[in-house]
């Protein structure tokens, strides 16, 4: 069974490791999860900063301005394909 962390859990065993100088195998053992998860942890939260450990479902901002852009483009050639046959269909019922 896969276990979950909370966000505050992963950033107290973070603050283990680059606060109080435990390694990463000494923190690991301490909280019971391996020291690649810790790891893991370390490298999300150095890349990101407050934006790590979004939880399920939330994007970054950038993912969600992305998703946003696509979604768009989506219905903005959806809606040329209907202008598109709207004007054919007219250019017909003139002649």
């Known amino acids: 069974m896969k276990r979950e962390f909370s ?3 992963k950033r107290d065993a973070i603050s283990l490791v680059i606060d ?3 390694s990463r195998v000494e923190a690991g053992k301490s909280l019971d999860i391996h020291p690649s998860l810790l790891s893991r942890w370390v490298r ?3 890349k990101d900063g407050c934006d790590a450990f979004r939880g399920k479902g ?3 901002p950038e993912q969600e301005e992305l998703r946003q852009l696509r979604e768009e483009n989506r219905r903005l050639k959806m809606e040329k394909e209907i202008l598109k046959k709207a004007a ?3 250019a017909k019922e003139t002649k």
């Open 44 to 46: 999300e939260h150095t």
């Open 88 to 90: 054919v269909f007219f």
């Open 20 to 22: 109080q100088g435990y």
């Open 58 to 60: 939330k994007l970054r």
């Open 7 to 9: 966000k505050e859990f």
